[in-house]
């Protein structure tokens, strides 16, 4: 017989019913959250909580040294602290901007930087650099104010402890330590190494942190350049020194050794600190030795002359009447700088006269005297390693005007670099052989280590027209238009230049704007050195090649002949000077 259910039984069973469902539900409905978290949202989750705990960096690598010929650190990195604000993703904009409000005073930002942060800081940026390579001090007061979300990362800062020692030829680099010019932009890919990474990590306080290295970066190559510290000082300082006493636009010097093509100096000013780059006027920026181009003048007559000799146009002997002082060319006069009277060929070359080196060009012809410039590689790059060089104009026969033949020969309707036209004279001083000139010596740690080497030597001229040539150039210091290059003790051979600047607002030259120029090589007999000198509209006293120019060689080459242990010799004979000597100022 079935015991009759309480009332009181019946609701108990009725709320364990409804509670073992409420249960069930429940149950069920952390199940299917957990079924969400784990699995259906596990990716978004999981990227969340990355994003709000770590953030990825890259850590520059150890930049390659640059070092000197005799080794000496012209380029290094350093330790330096760049300090950075990677913020929680749940810190509002306002928190935000106080805390780098508070970071200004002791890293000094200026206005524009702020604006640039607070604009990281609207578009919701997780790292933010608040300042690059900022020194060890200030990173130190950075740590000891405890600002949340702002942290010091150690990096490397490119130093040039020559500060600007040599500042074209080694260039400079960008904030993140790209190369930008000279030799760190042409190697920047040996240079630079590889970029490693790592996490930033923080706790749930969102202060504590640590780095964890996930990549670790790859140290560049080491270069070595054929650059001599101290020859590059000299340069510099002569250079400097003949810019800022003729009050010329600016100017450049090359000292090369030309058996090698080494290059043991290349000096500009204005100049720079590349600790300091970009610079701040852009007119110190240029290398103008390989970036500049200009007609090269009566330096150029060397080309002509070689043509002739060559090609046995004149002979040592020929005579040429220069007495006029002038020379009739499509309709319009060439004048000397004074009147010569009759003149041997060498003699032409020896005073310069635009008279008779004219009268040898017409003896040569377009079609030889076309191939002999190119021959001496006028009209493209030397090939020297660094960036942007350029290659100079040269026109084809086939593009010249009547008037063309006879501006060529003197060094007009062409234009060269500093570098081409030195490269030329070390022709002359190499017997006849060109040597490509370079800048690097060697890459040490790389795919490219080693000593790149020089292309074969290419036969410019035969051994006899350079013997032939070589006294005629020494003439030019000793008797000619480079008295003031001459150094009591030392034989030296060169050339003279002095260019009229084309004017475009008068469609011709102009009477007041030239560039002054001299190159050469000494000593004669065995030549350590050739060396360019160029000032662009020297104003002060004159602007003869031969005035301004040539002292500026004469004292780059007898202080670098001496650090080299190439002293002075007695004088078997006192060079004989003459009145045409004392009138100086020729081209």
């Known amino acids: 017989m079935n015991t009759p259910i309480e009332p009181h039984q019946r609701k108990l069973r009725r709320r364990t019913k409804i509670l073992a469902a409420l249960l069930l539900v429940w149950v069920l409905a952390i199940v299917a959250r957990l079924l969400q978290l784990q699995v259906l949202d596990h990716s978004r989750l999981g990227a969340l909580v990355a994003e709000q705990n770590q953030a990825r960096i890259n850590i520059l690598p150890d930049r390659g040294v640059i070092y000197d010929r005799r080794g000496h650190i012209l380029a290094q990195s350093i330790p330096a602290a760049s300090v ?15 805390t780098v409000e508070a970071a200004q005073p002791v890293l000094g930002l200026a206005p524009p930087e702020l604006e640039k942060i607070r604009a990281a800081i609207g578009k919701r940026s997780r790292f933010i650099w608040l300042k690059r390579k900022a020194d060890p001090e200030t990173a130190g007061r950075l740590k000891a ?9 150690e990096e490397k800062k490119r130093f ?18 790209a190369g930008q010019c000279g030799v760190e932009l042409r190697y920047d890919s040996v240079l630079r190494g590889k970029v490693g990474s790592a996490l930033i990590l923080r706790d749930a306080r969102k202060k504590e942190y640590h780095f964890e290295v996930v990549e670790e970066p790859q140290r560049g ?8 510290q101290t020859i590059q000082y000299v340069a510099q300082r002569e250079l ?30 204005p100049a720079y600190d590349p600790n300091h780059y970009p610079p701040d006027s852009a007119e110190a920026e240029p290398n103008r030795g390989i970036h500049h ?11 002509t002359a070689s043509a002739a000799l060559e090609n046995n146009r004149v002979t040592l002997d020929e005579v040429f009447d220069c007495s006029r002082g002038s020379i009739e060319t499509a309709g319009s006069a060439i004048r000397d700088h004074e009147t010569l009277g009759i003149l041997t060929f060498p003699d032409v070359i020896v005073h310069s006269s635009n008279v008779g080196t004219i009268q040898v060009g017409r003896k040569i012809g377009s079609d030889l005297l076309y191939r002999m410039i190119k021959a001496f590689r006028f009209g493209e790059k030397t090939g020297v390693d660094l960036p942007a060089e350029a290659s100079g104009t040269l026109r084809a026969p086939a593009r010249w005007t009547n008037r063309s033949l006879d501006s060529l020969s003197i060094g007009y309707e062409v234009s060269a670099t500093a570098l081409q036209v030195l490269q030329a004279m070390s022709v002359i001083a190499n017997r006849g052989l060109l040597v490509p000139p370079r800048i690097v010596k060697a890459v040490r740690g790389s795919a490219l280590s080693g000593d790149p080497g020089t292309a074969g030597y290419e036969r410019v001229i035969t051994d006899a027209t350079a013997r032939e040539l070589i006294p005629i150039l020494e003439r030019v210091v000793l008797e000619g238009t480079g008295t003031a290059a001459l150094a009591k003790g030392y034989t030296m051979a060169g050339k003279t230049g002095t260019t009229q600047k084309y004017d475009p607002a ?21 030549p350590l050195l050739s060396i360019i000198v160029v000032l662009d509209e020297p104003k002060k006293y004159t602007y003869y090649g031969g005035q301004v120019a040539a002292p500026v060689f004469r004292e780059i080459a007898v202080r670098a002949l001496r650090y080299l242990h190439a002293y ?16 100086g100022g020729r081209p």
């Open 84 to 98: 950075f604000f990677s913020p929680a993703s749940t810190d509002p904009p306002e928190a935000q901007l106080k």
């Open 145 to 153: 104010a405890g600002l949340n979300g702002v942290f010091a990362q």
């Open 160 to 177: 040039y402890p020559q500060a600007g020692l040599a500042a074209h030829v080694l260039g400079g680099v960008s904030l993140d330590d």
């Open 221 to 228: 190559a080491d270069i070595v350049l054929t650059i001599d």
């Open 240 to 269: 400097e020194k003949a810019v800022r006493e003729n009050e010329a636009d600016w100017g450049t010097a090359i000292v090369m050794h030309p058996g090698s093509g080494e290059i043991l100096a290349m000096a500009n000013w």
């Open 293 to 303: 181009l200009f007609e090269p003048g009566s330096m150029f007559k060397i080309v």
């Open 506 to 526: 008068i469609h011709g030259y102009s009477a007041s704007r030239h560039i002054a120029s001299f190159v050469g090589f000494v000593p004669v007999e065995n």
């Open 568 to 583: 002075p010799q007695p004088e078997s004979k006192p060079p004989v000077v003459t009145a045409r000597l004392m009138k």
